[in-house]
């Protein structure tokens, strides 16, 4: 048996509903590409760079901190401006090293294309604000003892700004 939406609901409504449903499913596949576009991609030999601007040494299969020991834990590539300028959080550890525990530094390709460190900071969290200077998003710094810091690009790196919030 065959159901007749036209005998349900008049032809307008039927209409209507055939172009919400359309419009619902543009707007999913919009944010199924959204998302796919939302982490930018960086290639094996990038990260190879970004971990020699971050003074770490191959040794055979492995990336080795000035320690001598295993590093970085992981690398996690976000979107910094969100139009696919990748950052490179890479997390390190080594008992060596001024800090205890596991701690990220964010790396960013230079002008001149050379990845650079872009944040002065070794902490355990991150977080990206919706607000933006020079095009990239402010980061929120969270430390495991001590208040959240804000940190603003400033066309060159990140730096901290006290209390002002990124000059506002």
Known sequence: MEF???????????RNLKVIG??????????????????PKVSPAEM????KAAD????KD???N???????DKAEVVDLNGKGKPGVFLYVTGSCLHWEGSHFKLYVKSKDGRWM?????????????????????????LYENA????????????????LKRCGR
């Open 4 to 14: 007749n939406w036209e005998k349900l609901m008049g032809q307008t409504e039927l």
């Open 22 to 39: 359309s419009a619902c499913l543009a707007g999913a596949l919009f944010a199924v590409q959204a998302s796919a576009a939302e982490t």
């Open 48 to 51: 190879r760079a970004v971990y």
């Open 56 to 59: 770490l040494a191959q040794k």
């Open 62 to 64: 492995t990336w080795v």
């Open 66 to 72: 000035s320690c001598g020991e295993p590093a970085p």
């Open 117 to 141: 460190d872009a944040l002065g900071v070794a902490a355990q969290k991150y977080k990206l604000l919706p607000a933006k200077h020079y095009g990239h998003f402010d980061l929120q710094v």
């Open 147 to 162: 208040p959240a810091t804000i940190y603003c690009w400033n066309g060159q790196r990140y730096v901290f700004e006290s």
